[in-house]
């Protein structure tokens, strides 16, 4: 059975829109640096920009420098500090005309320079303003930084793509609100997998993070009992070379570094293989697994703290100990040797996935904007 995720959603109506259209600025990486922010970002405005409720400026975190100084953005630190004053004086111009800063946040030192000026010229500028902190490292980042715990409650809100990291804020006394991300259902179509074949995915970044080495020694046992098993790796980062390595010293057939995908693109990669792996020990609510879960792919992952929040074990996936090849492949052989649990597995997130497309996730956000 395949079902376009997209037909699914064109199911819904969309609630009458308001006379008044809604005038929103939405700050955030753009994706000449392609990251999850980034794309997140980039749906938002694609999808507010279709919709009659709302009127959207995108204010890139990161604009392009004149072509005198485009020299610079070859050099990292210099470039975030020659494009700073770039950066102040766009907001200063936009958030003139807008009602709503919308914000995206990350952590630590990207906080100070992208999102907290950001919070202030609205405030100079007497806009309500939107903080929306996405990075899994915001325990530690509010334990090492009281700057973050001053500013964040200046927000009018607070907001954050699950539910987890509402607790963590909670620990610090900050109230935050979870609005899932955002999955783009035009990528994706739901295939039953019967039966399942041992063809696994990974699309994590080479970040140690993700531990992507935990992913290729689980994939060693995996082939112990499957040998045309297939692993595919999409993606890039600092890790890539180690792993590289890793599979070259197991002597490991199967495994397919396909490199960093095109957003329009990746959904034919979920649809070729069977299984989603994951082996973070890091997380927050990883669009990854929501696509696997869009898409009919089983997902097999570690349990990294945030992760239970997104995936319930043995309904919607299977979870085991962070670092634990050998648990990680123990689930992925029980997914393919019972194939009415994979199906269970699959239909149950195909259902969960529902509540990352626009229908639902942008009421969400319209309720949050009106109550602003």
Same mark, same amino acid.
């Given at each position: ?20 259209? *809604? ?19 980039? *749906? ?66 990207? #906080? ?24 899994? %490292? ?24 699950? %539910? ?84 070259? /010293? ?6 397919? #570094? ?32 929501? %696509? ?13 703290? /945030? ?33 009415? *649990? ?20 942008? %009421?969400?956000? *319209? ?6």
């Amino acid at each position: 059975m395949n079902v376009p995720a997209a037909q699914d959603e064109a199911a819904h109506q969309l609630d009458p829109v308001p006379s008044k259209r *809604l005038k929103l600025s939405i700050v955030a990486a753009s994706l000449r640096y392609v990251g999850g922010q980034s794309v997140q970002a980039d *749906l938002l405005v694609r999808q507010w920009r279709d919709d009659a409720a709302a009127e959207v400026k995108f204010i890139p975190i990161d604009p392009e420098l004149p072509s005198s100084l485009q020299w610079v953005e070859r050099v990292p630190l210099l470039r975030t500090v020659v494009r700073q004053p770039f950066y102040l004086a766009s907001l200063w111009r936009a958030l003139a005309r807008t009602e709503i800063a919308h914000i995206f946040s990350a952590s630590y030192w990207s #906080f100070l320079i992208a999102p907290a000026p950001a919070l202030w010229i609205a405030r100079l500028r007497g806009k309500k303003a939107i903080i929306h902190y996405h990075s899994g %490292e915001a325990r530690d980042h509010l334990r090492r930084f009281a700057s973050a715990r001053a500013i964040l409650p200046k927000a009018d809100r607070l907001v954050v793509p699950s %539910e987890y990291l509402v607790d963590v804020f909670r620990e610090f006394g900050i109230e935050a609100q979870a609005v899932p991300n955002i999955v783009d259902v035009s990528q994706f179509s739901f295939r039953e997998r019967r039966p399942v074949r041992p063809h696994l995915i990974c699309t994590r970044g080479f970040h140690p993070y993700y531990s992507v080495d935990v992913v290729v020694r689980a994939f060693a046992e995996v082939k112990k009992h499957f040998p045309d098993a297939r692993l595919d790796l999409l993606g890039h980062g600092p890790s890539e070379k180690e792993i590289r390595e890793l599979v070259a /010293s197991l002597n490991l057939s199967g495994v397919h #570094f396909l490199g960093a995908i095109a957003r329009d693109q990746i959904g034919r990669y979920y649809d070729q293989a069977d299984i989603f792996i994951n082996a973070s020990w890091l997380d927050n609510m990883p669009v990854s697994i929501m %696509e696997a879960f869009a898409c009919g792919t089983p997902v097999v992952s570690t349990s990294a703290e /945030s992760i239970p929040y997104l995936v319930e074990h043995e309904r919607t996936g299977l979870l085991s100990e962070v670092g634990n090849p050998q648990a990680l492949a123990e689930n992925v052989i029980r997914v393919l040797r019972d194939q009415d *649990l994979s199906a269970g597995l699959a239909a149950a997130a195909y259902a969960k996935s529902k509540a990352f497309r626009w229908p639902a996730v942008r %009421e969400r956000w *319209l309720d949050i904007y009106h109550s602003l």
